[in-house]
């Protein structure tokens, strides 16, 4: 079988390391990578579930401003990296756009007893 190769032309990932992934599954358990292809470069983000003050802080600063909503989420939840992810407007929206599908993919359900 014929390996496929990177199409992209560089690869930004800030230098992480399995090492670095293998650690953070142990502290947080739940980790995503984030990839996002701009103009043929490829930057990768590895960020975590967000913690409960995290969530608190989005929620209160998105009422006045969603941007920096968006932002204190991204940076609640940021393991490392590609920092252009953050800095860069076009890639922190689709950056954004990931990481709500990812924390929003839990199920729920309710059942009368």
Known sequence: MEEKKNPCAHTYDGGVTEKNIEEWKRKHRKVFRIDVVDDGDLHVGYFHRPSMETLAAVS???KENEIRGAETLFKGCWLGG?????????LFTATMEQLNKALGGCLSSLKNL
């Open 60 to 62: 209160k600063l998105g």
């Open 82 to 90: 590609s920092d252009e992810l953050l800095n860069d407007s076009v």
